[in-house]
């Protein structure tokens, strides 16, 4: 039997680059934001995913060939693109097909916003 199919979350606004919220050591999220920004971080809860994501970010062009990023893992290429998918989907990543590769680069808003919400240096002492 196949698993249900879900909605994704609509995506974050990512037209500027002002953080979705303060840091949650500060203000509470409502629940649009945490239903939108849990999908992030449920992506990012595999560790293959965690490592894919990595390689992207740090790709040294500011993107990287999934040529580049099947050989580093001792999966299927199928299961890479699974999970190449998951971060597409979550918001994390952009793709583009050139010729019969497919290139993955970053969503730096996305993962400021992550990271403006988790900030330690907000936490009060």
């Known amino acids: ?3 249900p199919a879900t909605t994704a979350p609509a995506p974050l606004d990512e037209s500027n680059d002002v953080p ?7 203000q509470r999220i409502d629940s649009a934001t945490a ?5 992030a971080f449920k992506a990012l809860g595999d560790p293959v ?3 894919l994501m990595s390689m992207i970010a740090s790709a040294p062009d500011g993107e990287i060939c999934v040529c ?3 050989p580093a893992f001792e999966v299927s290429g199928s299961t890479i693109s699974h999970h ?3 971060l597409r989907e979550a918001g994390l990543v952009d793709a583009e097909r050139r010729a019969s590769w497919v290139y993955y680069r970053p ?3 996305l993962m400021r916003q ?5 900030d330690p240096a907000a936490i009060a002492q």
């Open 84 to 86: 190449l998918k998951t």
């Open 68 to 70: 580049d990023l099947t």
């Open 35 to 39: 239903v939108n920004l849990s999908a």
């Open 49 to 51: 995913r965690l490592q």
């Open 107 to 109: 969503r730096p808003a």
């Open 1 to 3: 039997m196949s698993k």
């Open 20 to 26: 979705c919220c303060p840091p949650m050591t500060q």
């Open 114 to 118: 992550l990271a403006t919400l988790l």
